[in-house]
């Protein structure tokens, strides 16, 4: 069923349309958008589909629709009392303090500037201080709180535009990450209700596999994983639902709050969470707790009105503009067409593949987990839950099938089939009596203690740290740049000494921030105009700012699909072309002048 999904992948063709006229891989291959969704829905399906024909016919496990919706209608709640475990509790505070240490003594990240990634967040927030609005005079890429916040945050707190006080927050924000994925995995142990010594032994495999594949994700030139929070708290909350659903309004209603939070964190993570809670209300409505939904959608509107006061009638309207704009756009722009499985001629093909073999893995065993009787519902709808958002959060490697996206975006899907490979190897009969309670305990701890740090090798005196966070946070930012930039930046210096503004139309987005000039137009990052639309708008804004000096080409240009500007952005180049002053080319870049 596999091999005969995999053959039907380039029969699958929507008729391919782009009324924005928009330039990208998808154009040139008059690629649809959402073709790829399709090709993957129905390679999961097909093998799924078959699975559930032949196990129903040959009576290997037999399993109904029917039986599949009822396991979503619980009647009364597993309201058994949660044992107190004491070792459990100690583990999980000592991981938290093993997880600080690390944060302490970890070393700084002193790798050269990623001047597309870094620079991105850079000078959004240096646009939102010069202008002091959001998104009124800033297209924004991702999110208010992706874009901006971060270093206005890095900014404050450390009392420095720096490029290591980004860093810094960035280091932090892992923390975090790592900590609410520590407290995911106390939660769904105690949501399995096992003995003590259960507990313990599996909440260590269970916390040490997402700890490790997390970290795993942590690529040297964007080691950025915060962005999952979102979902992460998501699920947090739903164990807390699952594992006591009485008196649980309190966490209801901050569940509600993330329907907003999680667009301004991430746009894309956001999106996928406000899909997830149509589901959760259809399912609070088939077990008729008409008052758990009134809390909920209580809390939905609480984070969406205090949003809207907050940034005003103006700066809501931009956002929603903005938003609905990068949802046209954005794959269009940016994508990347996912490889053919087994027969790709990508170099990606083999990585897509096992993604989409895991997706597929993870969907089977789920539904013979439905099947079991003896399994409570409320570990059944969870699985269900999470399975539905690792999926959506796939669509990130689907749309953008490069060797990043692909990795980060099954993350879900991988932690997905460690709580299951976990949940048959409970079922395993074990007798966990036979050791005494403390060598579980020591055992645990000198397992997450190695998990917990990130590099034995490379661990810091933890008495040193405020000498090298200051020292850190002093250096200066050409530290960070090669000396291409240094020589660009201080030629460019002396160019743009006069100008109240300058455009960038290269991948260099840092340039704004680095030279400490405000964008001429809402375009920070040129990976955001596609469309004859935002084309025309961004020749609108050049106008009525009085641009003068645009700078093209430069030395990164893997991001883009394309990467010609003449191509990309033809009315753009066209305008360029006519108003052209002067030319001039310094290493890889080139400054115009209009």
């Not at 699958?12 to 154009?27: D, F, T, V």
């Not at 619980?74 to 949660?82: A, E, L, P, R, T």
């Not at 269009?332 to 093909?349: L, Q, V």
């Not at 959506?392 to 997905?416: C, E, P």
Request: with cysteine; glycine share 2%.
């Amino acid at each position: 069923a596999i091999f005969f999904s995999a053959h039907l992948w380039s029969f699958i063709k929507l008729p391919y349309s782009n009324y924005g006229e928009i330039i990208g891989q998808y154009s040139l291959n008059n690629h649809h958008k959402l073709n790829d969704v399709l090709r993957v829905t129905v390679f999961i399906a097909i093998p799924i589909a078959i699975y559930l024909f032949f196990s129903s016919y040959f009576n290997l496990n037999k399993i109904k629709f029917s039986e599949l919706i009822s396991q979503f209608r619980i009647k009364k709640y597993d309201n058994k009392s949660i044992l107190n475990n004491e070792n459990l509790n100690l583990i999980f505070l000592i991981s938290i303090l093993f997880l600080f240490f690390n944060f302490i003594t970890i070393n700084f990240p002193s790798n050269k500037f990623d001047s597309l990634h870094e620079g991105q967040l850079l000078t959004s927030a240096y646009q939102n201080l010069e202008t002091n609005t959001i998104w009124l005079k800033q297209y924004l890429q991702n999110s208010l709180f992706y874009d901006v916040i971060i270093s206005k945050i890095s900014f404050f707190l450390y009392g420095e535009q720096s490029i290591s006080s980004l860093r810094l927050n960035i280091i932090f924000l892992n923390l975090l990450t790592d900590i609410f994925l520590l407290l995911f995995s106390f939660l769904f142990i105690k949501l399995l209700n096992l003995t003590h010594k259960k507990e313990v032994f599996f909440f260590t495999l269970i916390f040490a596999a997402i700890l490790i594949l997390n970290r795993s994700l942590h690529e040297w030139f964007w080691p950025v994983r915060f962005r999952d929070i979102p979902l992460i708290l998501s699920l947090i909350f739903l164990l807390l639902y699952f594992i006591n659903e009485k008196k649980n309004y309190l966490n209801l209603f901050f569940l509600g709050t993330l329907s907003a939070g999680s667009l301004l964190w991430s746009l894309d993570k956001g999106l996928f969470l406000n899909i997830i809670f149509c589901l959760f209300i259809f399912y609070l409505f088939l077990n008729k707790k008409i008052q758990n939904i009134s809390i909920f959608i209580l809390g939905i509107l609480f984070s969406w009105v205090t949003f809207y006061f907050l940034v005003g009638s103006i700066e809501f309207n931009s956002f929603l503009s903005n938003t609905i704009s990068l949802i046209e756009q954005r794959d269009y722009i940016m994508g990347i067409i996912h490889p053919e499985p087994f027969f790709g001629d990508s170099n990606h093909t083999s990585r897509a593949t096992k993604n989409l073999l895991i997706i597929i893995l993870n969907a089977i065993l789920i539904l013979n987990i439905f099947r079991d009787s003896v399994t409570r519902k409320e570990i059944k709808v969870f699985l269900f839950f999470i399975f539905a958002l690792s999926c959506l959060n796939y669509t990130t490697g689907i749309s953008r099938s490069d060797s990043y996206h692909l990795k980060q975006g099954i993350f879900f899907h991988n932690l997905t089939l460690s709580l299951i490979v976990m949940y048959y190897l409970e079922k395993i009969k074990f007798n966990f009596e036979i050791l005494n309670k403390n060598i579980y305990l020591f055992s645990s701890l000198i397992i997450v203690f190695f998990v917990s740090i990130s590099d034995l090798k490379l661990i810091n005196n933890p008495l040193a740290f405020t000498d090298r966070y200051n020292k850190f946070l002093k250096l200066n930012d050409n530290f960070f740049l090669d000396k291409n930039y240094i020589s660009f930046i201080d030629y460019l210096e002396k160019k743009a000494k006069s100008e109240e503004c300058i455009q960038v139309l290269s991948y260099d987005v840092s340039l704004n921030y680095l030279l400490k000039k405000k964008s001429c137009s809402n375009f920070t990052n040129p990976l955001v105009i596609g469309s004859k639309k935002s084309q025309l708008q961004f020749i609108n804004q050049l106008k009525a700012n009085n641009a003068n000096l645009v700078i093209t080409e430069g030395p990164i240009g893997y991001v883009d699909p394309v990467n010609n500007l003449d191509q990309r952005l033809p009315y753009i180049a066209k305008y360029l072309q006519d108003n052209l002053s002067k030319e001039l080319k310094f290493l890889d870049w080139k400054i115009i002048f209009l």
